[in-house]
């Protein structure tokens, strides 16, 4: 069965333009939910409308309304919202072109998917993908989407095209109420050298289908325990020791790491010299972070 589209309407670039549909690139159907039932019955509960004046009321009674005062609002039939015609209810004007990294992920809503819809829409999409697959482009439209206009990138994706919404600007909160008081002091260079080795240990090619949701995996595994009549298998969290000092995470974790690749690291400098002074009887400014150095030595060999 074919999906169904979210959204039909026309892509248009100055005067070409091409029939396309517009559907959802997520899924959430296969997430485990649950219902709500009566904790001796156990039948489903029925989530009804009620007035607070007539009680339980049919939903073919319920309208739209707006409140535009406290208590007081104004009505809003399917006709009213008809009238409210735009260009993006039924076209995707492309605006503008910007560079795919230019737009900050934090603008970057829900993903779709576009296709042309028809045969005779396919020839002018494909050259408008391959276009903008050349320039490096996304292009910038808007679109009206469950009685919202929302602004969205539009990119080249294998055979079709690629859509996000983005938020607006009012809908993302500035970052002075939960960075201000952050300390901008720079970190000490050899720590910060150590955490660059850690990171490099750990380097490797981001690959989705290594990050299952174990969540959802332990909730299905309990599930069929007692769909068998077993009790439910409780998983104990691992157990963290108490670290007292960033030296001493830093030091656990490049001695539980993977070893780096052969070719030097920044921390291979710091280490060869801070371990011969302290062979050597020298006094180190840190004690912790000369044991440190010696560690990480020791973790390269």
């Known amino acids: 069965m074919a999906p169904r589209a979210s ?33 001796k019955t156990h039948n489903r509960i029925n989530m009804k409308p009620v007035d ?13 309304g707006y409140e535009y005062e406290d208590k007081q609002y104004i009505i809003i039939d399917d006709a009213d919202l008809d009238a409210v015609r735009i260009e993006s209810n039924h076209t995707m ?19 779709y998917y576009l296709a042309p819809d028809g045969a005779m829409a396919e020839e002018t999409f494909a050259v408008l993908r391959e276009a903008m697959r050349k320039s490096g482009k996304l292009a910038i439209a808007r679109l009206v989407l469950s009685s919202r206009e929302r602004v969205v990138t539009i990119g080249a994706r294998e055979n079709g095209m690629f859509v996000c919404t983005l938020r607006y600007p009012n809908e993302v909160r500035g970052t002075a109420e939960y960075f201000g008081n952050i300390p901008a002091g720079k970190p000490d260079a050899e720590m910060l050298q150590l955490a660059e080795a850690l990171i490099k240990q750990k380097e490797t090619t981001f690959d989705p289908k290594n990050y299952e949701d174990r969540y959802e995996a332990a909730l299905m595994t309990m599930i069929r325990e007692k769909l068998k009549g077993h009790k439910p298998i409780i998983a104990a969290a691992p157990e963290r020791g108490n670290v ?4 001493d995470a830093l030091k656990a974790s490049l001695s539980q790491s993977k070893p780096p690749a052969k070719s030097k690291s920044k921390a291979d400098e710091v280490a060869k010299p801070a371990a011969k002074k302290v062979a050597a009887g020298g006094a180190a400014e840190n004690p912790l972070k000369a044991n440190l150095l010696k560690a990480v030595g020791k973790s390269k060999k």
Not at 244 to 247: A, D, E, K, R
């Open 7 to 39: 959204w039909k309407g026309y892509l248009k670039l100055s005067l070409v333009s091409c029939p396309v549909r517009l559907y959802p690139a997520t899924s959430a159907s296969e997430r485990i939910s649950f219902n709500q039932l009566h904790k």
């Open 52 to 64: 607070p004046e007539l009680g339980l009321v049919e939903r073919t009674d319920l309208v739209k």
């Open 93 to 111: 004007n492309i605006e503008a072109f910007v560079d795919e990294g230019e737009v900050d992920v934090i603008y970057q809503d829900a993903p």
């Open 244 to 247: 007292i000092n960033l030296m």
